[in-house]
Each structure stands twice: as structure tokens, then as C-alpha cells.
Nanobody, 119 residues
């Protein structure tokens, strides 16, 4: 039983930066990994980035490598997504997800936060 709540979305100009937060509550000790996904209008949900049990274990989609950074503050049970050099194609609803069963599947999801990048 884990609950995730995203925040930090909004409107930003191309080239700007934004930081998203994902606060976890409940059985947070059962979280083995966290990730960010996004879904643009009319498109399928796509993977953005993830962080494993060890903070150094991170992975990024090619489209965001070098621009986005995932991190976490374990004491606050919060995962962050720092987004720099934003592009209009980054516009989407961003979702935080967590693995709670040490599997390849993300089983817990937040409600999403909207990011709009103007050109």
C-alpha cells in the first residue's frame, strides 16, 4: 500500500527548466525503484527515467538524456525530476511510478502533473 502524489508541473518557455516532485506515503519501505513516465495528447505513455534501490542506478530515455535528472531524498520519501533545456516535445502529463515487489513492473502510480512547454 503505497500512494504517490506528483507536483511541480506548469507552463514553461522552451529552453527553461522545471522540477517535478513525487511524494510517497504508506509502505514506503517496500519501494524498490521509482520512475517517471509521460503521456502526450493522442500518444501512448512512454518511459522517461528511473532510479533503482541504489541511487547511482539510473536510466534515461534517449530523448531526455543529458537534459533530465532523476534523484531522490529518502528521508522525505520523495523522488524528483529535474528538467532542463525543455523542448515543446516535452509537453505531456508526467506520472510518477514505483515498484513495490522487486519486479520489472511498475505497480503503483500517481495522478499525474501537467507540463506544457511553449515554443
Amino acid at each position: 500500500q503505497v500512494q504517490l502524489v506528483e507536483s511541480g508541473g506548469g507552463l514553461v518557455q522552451a529552453g527553461g527548466s522545471l522540477r517535478l516532485s513525487c511524494a510517497a506515503s504508506g509502505r514506503t519501505l517496500s519501494i524498490y525503484g521509482s520512475a517517471w513516465f509521460r503521456q502526450a495528447p493522442g500518444k501512448e505513455r512512454e518511459f522517461v527515467t528511473e532510479i533503482g534501490r541504489a541511487a547511482g542506478n539510473t536510466y534515461y530515455a534517449d530523448s531526455v538524456t543529458g537534459r533530465f535528472t532523476i534523484s531522490r531524498d529518502s528521508a522525505k520519501n520523495t523522488v524528483y525530476l529535474q528538467m532542463n533545456n525543455l523542448k515543446p516535445e516535452d509537453t505531456a502529463d508526467y506520472y510518477c511510478a514505483a515498484k513495490t515487489r522487486l519486479s520489472d513492473r511498475y505497480d503503483t502510480w500517481g495522478q499525474g502533473t501537467q507540463v506544457t512547454v511553449s515554443s
